[in-house]
C-alpha cells in the first residue's frame, strides 16, 4: 500500500486538485481541509493562507530545477544547455497547468496587493540565484550582474510566453528560451572573452 504524502504535501495536492476541477480563484482552504478530510486548524500550521499554499506548489518546481545540477548528462555540457535544462524542468513540473498559475499571477499582481507583489519580486530574485546554482554558474563581479539581470529577464519572458504557449510539451516556449540563451551566450563571450 502506497504512502500517503506529508500533511504539508497533500494540502497543495488537493489545492491544486480542486483547481484543476474547478478554478483556482474558488479554491477555499475550507474545500482543501474537506477534501482531507481535515481541519481548517490542521492546515494553518501548514499554511498562512491559499496564497503560502501557492507559494509552495512553484516551490516545488523549483526544486525539480534545482535536480538538473545532479543529471550526469549535463555535467559536462555547456552553460546555456544546463540553464535551458533548469528552466524546462521548471515548467515541465507544473504539469501544464498554465490557468492555475495565470489566475495566482492575477492574483498576486492585484494594485491592492502591494505586499504579495513585493514577495513575488524577492521569490523571483531567488528562483533567479537558485537557477545560476542549478546551471553551475561561477561568473563574480559585474559579469554575474549582467547573468542575474540577463537571467530574470529570461525567466519573466518565458514565463510570459509559457503561460499562453499551447503547443505540444511547451516547444514554443522551449526554442524561446533556446534563442534568447544563444545570442546571450554570444554577448557575453564578446564581452568577457579574453584575448589570446
Not at 507544473?94 to 521569490?123: D, E, M, N, T
Not at 540577463?150 to 511547451?170: C, H, I, M, P, Y
Request: proline share 4%; net charge positive.
Amino acid at each position: 500500500m502506497p504512502r500517503k504524502p506529508p500533511l504539508d504535501e497533500a494540502i497543495i495536492d488537493a489545492a491544486i486538485k480542486l483547481a484543476d476541477d474547478g478554478d483556482w480563484p474558488h479554491v477555499r482552504l475550507h474545500g482543501v481541509a474537506a477534501e482531507l478530510g481535515v481541519t481548517l486548524r490542521d492546515i494553518h500550521v501548514h499554511y498562512q493562507d491559499l496564497d503560502a499554499v501557492a507559494d509552495a506548489w512553484l516551490r516545488r518546481a523549483d526544486q525539480a530545477m534545482i535536480g538538473t545540477a545532479e543529471q550526469a548528462q549535463l555535467r559536462d555540457a555547456p552553460a546555456p544547455d544546463r540553464i535551458q535544462a533548469a528552466l524546462t524542468a521548471w515548467f515541465g513540473a507544473l504539469g501544464g497547468r498554465r490557468k492555475i498559475l495565470r489566475a495566482i499571477l492575477a492574483y498576486k499582481l492585484q494594485p491592492s496587493h502591494i505586499h504579495l507583489q513585493a514577495a513575488l519580486v524577492v521569490a523571483t530574485s531567488r528562483r533567479v540565484q537558485w537557477l545560476r546554482e542549478a546551471a553551475r554558474l561561477n561568473a563574480s563581479g559585474s559579469q554575474k550582474t549582467i547573468e542575474e539581470a540577463g537571467l530574470t529577464w529570461l525567466f519573466a519572458a518565458s514565463v510570459r510566453r509559457w503561460l499562453w504557449d499551447r503547443s505540444e510539451n511547451f516547444e514554443r516556449t522551449t526554442a524561446f528560451i533556446a534563442r534568447r540563451l544563444k545570442c546571450a551566450d554570444r554577448l557575453m563571450d564578446c564581452w568577457y572573452h579574453e584575448p589570446n
